[in-house]
């Protein structure tokens, strides 16, 4: 995607086709960026699986109820994404979604991380299409932050003519500044 005018709301447009609305974007919770922007590549900080002041909460195992499995993996994908178009401005900066990496709570005998992953992936791939498809590591964990089931991180390739305005991305976020090329800001992550 080149972020042209043409494009302009394609994101936002598929979003509202599958039904998702992106939550405000969390605030800060620690002495880290929510986003930072580097070279044409966003990073975004790790993104818990929080509806609102809730949090979704693990350990994951057998017999964890589905549904609310894939409320969590939606959770932290729409958390990730309003973080990002708080960063950026708007998600058609984004040209591809290059890595996911998910961390799961869960109890030490459950193997099943991929899986829960996988309803990540695909949403990723629901709203960005080719440009979701993304490398990916799925990491099992003893705990995360607020007790939550799953954190998810992205690494987003941003589209060649992306210009950042970091004094605003900073001012979306709530961040303290980011200096030399980078913009900080806040998220829901490990803090």
Do not use: W
Not at 29 to 58: C, K, P, T
Not at 78 to 101: E, P
Not at 119 to 133: T, W
């Amino acid at each position: 995607m080149t972020g042209g005018s043409s494009d302009s709301g394609r994101v936002d447009r598929r979003l509202a086709e599958l039904g998702l609305h992106l939550p405000p974007p969390p605030r800060p919770r620690g002495a880290y960026a929510g986003v930072v922007v580097h070279a044409g590549i966003a990073h975004v900080s790790g993104q818990v699986s929080r509806l609102g002041d809730e949090v979704i909460a693990g350990p994951m195992q057998d017999g964890f109820p589905p549904v609310l499995a894939a409320r969590a993996a939606q959770a932290c994908v729409l958390n990730a994404l309003s973080t990002l178009k708080a960063g950026l401005g708007g998600l058609d900066a984004v040209d591809r979604i290059l890595h996911l990496r998910g961390f799961v709570n869960a109890v030490p005998d459950f193997d099943g991380h991929s899986r829960l992953l996988d309803q990540v992936s695909q949403r990723l791939q629901d709203i960005f299409g080719e440009r979701g498809r993304h490398a990916r590591s799925a990491v099992g964990a003893s705990s995360l932050p607020g007790g939550g089931l799953l954190e998810i991180e992205l690494t987003v390739a941003l589209a060649p003519d992306f210009a950042p305005d970091f004094a605003r991305i900073d001012r979306s976020l709530g961040g303290a500044g980011g200096g030399a090329g980078e913009s900080a800001g806040e998220g829901p992550g490990s803090g």
